[in-house]
């Protein structure tokens, strides 16, 4: 059993702390020289760091917020309506204890609701049933729902792209490296409600499992209920709290694997104790579906060993979908 004291929130000390990094230089000015050396560093140490002056509009991230508010306030069955089961390609509504992203040691008390870029039906890839390819699943009694988050999915893409344009001057490849390896998009915006934890909070179950992201990096946006905890380097946990008009960036697995464990992809968890509801969001940006993410080139040991074996960045993210929802136990 943990309770509210220094099991669940280790303090950070000066060397656990987070960077921010200023975007500006990349985003006004196109010079990624300064940016690039930040993140790399970042992204060797803990894997995260929060990002400040990114572009994106307060208004269009506000309006994002609100539907997640008026979304998740829909009675259950509405939202069930939706229900990610009914889709081929993994869009919609999960309830809460659905998805479980450490299921072998807890629950998760969160709901949420997927979506990836519009497939039309016509689409080979949908006409092959290929995992993830197919249309979203949208509510129809929320004005401007569809609108918002089809505009907020577009922000974050152009953003993950400059911020995958800086990882790749970091890591000594040319600046447009990824961007042939990238189209589609081949990425996934979630939106996430933890309900408020109360009582003795036991490890059984959490708002997120202890977990590492599938996908190149994660650009969340979390309300001012904090909950979100990473793991430090000297073992305890640290809380990553919210600072207004920044997001926070995490490498994946599928970047950690690419780059052959020169950048980590680091352990986190959701604890909402914050005695409200807390709203969420996690973009998680991907390689586009048939890329072979190998080892890069510049991320090679001096004796050519690699650390993993080949996969696709479909195939891998479709692993760990398959292992988290319960629906899919079977495929
Ligand atoms: C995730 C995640 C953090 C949060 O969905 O993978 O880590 O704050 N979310 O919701
Ligand atoms: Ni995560």
Redesign the pocket.
């Known amino acids: 059993m943990l309770n509210n004291s220094s099991d669940i929130f280790s303090h950070s000390n000066l060397l656990d702390d987070i960077p921010l990094i200023d975007l500006q230089p990349l985003v006004r000015d196109n010079n990624l020289a300064i940016v690039a050396k930040q993140i790399i560093d970042a992204c060797k140490n803990h894997g995260f760091f929060y990002i400040l002056n990114h572009g994106i509009d307060d208004d269009l991230v506000n309006k994002h917020t609100l539907n997640m508010k008026r979304f998740f306030n829909l009675p259950l069955d509405e939202k069930l309506k939706l229900d990610v089961r009914h889709s081929d390609a993994h869009r919609g509504y999960f309830p809460i204890y659905a998805e479980n992203?450490d299921p072998k040691t807890s629950i998760d008390l969160?709901e949420g609701f997927d979506v990836m870029a519009e497939d039309n039906l016509y689409d080979e890839r949908v006409v092959e049933k290929k995992p993830f390819y197919g249309p979203n699943q949208w509510p129809d009694n929320i004005d401007g729902f569809r609108e918002n988050t089809t505009r907020y999915y577009e922000a974050m893409t152009v953003l993950s792209m400059m911020i995958m344009e800086a990882i790749a001057v970091g890591l000594n490849l040319p600046q447009k490296y990824f961007s042939n390896k990238l189209d589609g998009p081949f990425a996934m915006l979630?939106m996430?409600h933890?309900p408020h934890q109360s009582g003795p909070i036991s490890s059984r179950e959490m708002?997120?499992g202890s977990?590492t992201?599938y996908g190149l990096i994660?650009i969340?946006f979390?309300d001012d209920n904090e909950?979100?905890q990473i793991k430090s380097t000297n073992e305890g946990w640290i809380n990553?709290q919210t600072i207004p008009g920044t997001f926070v960036v995490n490498i994946g697995d599928e970047l950690q694997r690419w780059s052959n464990d020169v950048l980590k992809s680091n352990l986190?968890?959701?604890i909402n104790i914050s005695g409200n509801d807390?709203y969420?969001s996690?973009f998680?940006f991907h390689a586009a579906y048939d890329t072979v993410i190998d080892c890069l080139p510049s991320c090679e040991n001096s004796n050519k060993l690699t650390n993993y074996t080949p996969i696709t960045a479909g195939e891998l993210m479709w692993q760990r979908i398959r292992a988290t929802f319960s629906h899919h136990e079977d495929l």
């Open positions: 992203n969160k979630r996430l933890y708002g997120t977990h992201d994660t969340l979390q909950g979100l990553v986190h968890r959701v807390r969420s996690p998680f």
